[in-house]
């Protein structure tokens, strides 16, 4: 505790019993624990507030991501997210001791992992955008990866290459149903879209909106001109990122889906809820590499 105001437990792992022995000193807790590194090895998993499938989802794990779980029981991990440090209950199934290092990143939307080098052989699962994969060889225009099955060389790029227009990333997402907590192009949400579109160009994000409003790039105050592309407009727990000097890209309720819409009627329509826009960041020279 600082001040009297303790840590935003969305990021820092301590709970009634326990907490995570890197918070000794600044929360009091009956036990410290240190913790075990463990990768998913499944596409995709839910991080609920409780150990429970219907306890809210409040964000996904991508397949290769690492995560430190800090307590086990009854199928559920408490852990916390390597890629943004939240934290939260992730089902156990899934999380492998053996740490594979990444070797390329999936930069599709979506592609499958097949058993054999073979666009013809049915697919054992789907990987989404931005999910770690290592690779072993490369297999005529696949690549063989480490813990079995082929992916598609055309979806994946190496470590360290990097989407050049997280615009463009984001926009790829046109359509997609909105999903409170998603990561996936099978169900995003606001913050979710900015936080894989900002990731595909190497660039760290935090998972949700508020912190992003306060975090990322700097303040455009009012005045200062047109919006540019790619200028982050920030509502009270929603964002949206500009195409142009008018246009909003947003994963949104109102439409249920990520779309494109003038900004002067997505304000219009979300002041009347009570909401205002609450400010503009720019990631400055970042917003088209």
Same mark, same amino acid.
């Given at each position: 505790?600082?001040?009297?105001?303790?840590?935003?437990?969305?990021?820092?792992?301590?709970?009634?019993?326990?907490?995570?022995?890197?918070?000794?000193? @600044?929360?009091?807790?009956?036990?410290?624990?240190?913790?075990?590194?463990?990768?998913?090895?499944?596409?995709?998993?839910?991080?609920?507030?409780?150990?429970?499938?219907?306890?809210?989802?409040?964000?996904?794990?991508?397949?290769?991501?690492?995560?430190?779980?800090?307590?086990?029981?009854?199928?559920?991990?408490?852990?916390?997210?390597?890629?943004?440090?939240?934290?939260?209950?992730?089902?156990?199934?899934?999380?492998?001791?053996?740490?594979?290092?990444?070797?390329?990143?999936?930069?599709?939307? @979506?592609?499958?992992?097949?058993?054999?080098?073979?666009?013809?052989?049915?697919?054992?699962?789907?990987?989404?955008?931005?999910?770690?994969?290592?690779?072993?060889?490369?297999?005529?225009?696949?690549?063989?990866?480490?813990?079995?099955?082929?992916?598609?060389?055309?979806?994946?790029?190496?470590?360290?290459?990097?989407?050049?227009?997280?615009?463009?990333?984001?926009?790829?997402?046109?359509?997609?149903?909105?999903?409170?907590?998603?990561?996936?192009?099978?169900?995003?949400?606001?913050?979710?879209?900015?936080?894989?579109?900002?990731?595909?160009?190497?660039?760290?994000?935090?998972?949700?909106?508020?912190?992003?409003?306060?975090?990322?790039?700097?303040?455009?105050?009012?005045?200062?001109?047109?919006?540019?592309?790619?200028?982050?407009?920030?509502?009270?727990?929603?964002?949206?990122?500009?195409?142009?000097?008018?246009?909003?890209?947003?994963?949104?309720?109102?439409?249920?889906?990520?779309?494109?819409?003038?900004?002067?009627?997505?304000?219009?329509?979300?002041?009347?809820?009570?909401?205002?826009?609450?400010?503009? @960041?720019?990631?400055?020279?970042?917003?088209?590499?």
């Amino acid at each position: 505790m600082i001040d009297g105001v303790l840590p935003d437990p969305r990021r820092h792992v301590y709970r009634a019993d326990l907490a995570a022995a890197s918070l000794r000193g @600044r929360v009091t807790a009956p036990r410290y624990v240190i913790g075990e590194e463990r990768q998913l090895t499944l596409p995709v998993r839910p991080l609920c507030k409780e150990p429970r499938f219907d306890a809210g989802l409040d964000s996904e794990a991508l397949f290769g991501e690492t995560v430190t779980v800090y307590d086990e029981s009854e199928g559920w991990a408490w852990v916390q997210l390597a890629r943004d440090a939240h934290v939260g209950y992730m089902p156990s199934e899934g999380l492998a001791s053996q740490i594979l290092g990444p070797s390329h990143r999936v930069t599709a939307l @979506r592609t499958y992992v097949h058993p054999e080098p073979d666009i013809k052989s049915p697919p054992r699962a789907i990987l989404s955008l931005n999910s770690l994969v290592t690779a072993t060889a490369a297999q005529g225009r696949f690549l063989a990866l480490a813990d079995g099955g082929f992916v598609f060389a055309g979806h994946a790029a190496p470590m360290g290459e990097i989407a050049q227009d997280y615009v463009a990333v984001a926009e790829a997402f046109v359509g997609t149903p909105y999903l409170w907590g998603g990561r996936t192009s099978f169900g995003v949400d606001c913050s979710g879209l900015v936080q894989l579109a900002l990731e595909a160009a190497g660039l760290s994000c935090p998972r949700d909106s508020d912190m992003q409003a306060t975090e990322l790039g700097r303040l455009v105050e009012e005045g200062q001109g047109a919006l540019q592309r790619g200028d982050l407009v920030f509502w009270p727990d929603h964002v949206g990122i500009m195409l142009d000097a008018t246009r909003l890209l947003h994963a949104n309720a109102h439409h249920m889906a990520t779309a494109v819409e003038p900004l002067a009627m997505a304000a219009e329509r979300i002041a009347k809820t009570g909401s205002p826009v609450l400010c503009v @960041r720019r990631l400055q020279d970042l917003s088209v590499r």
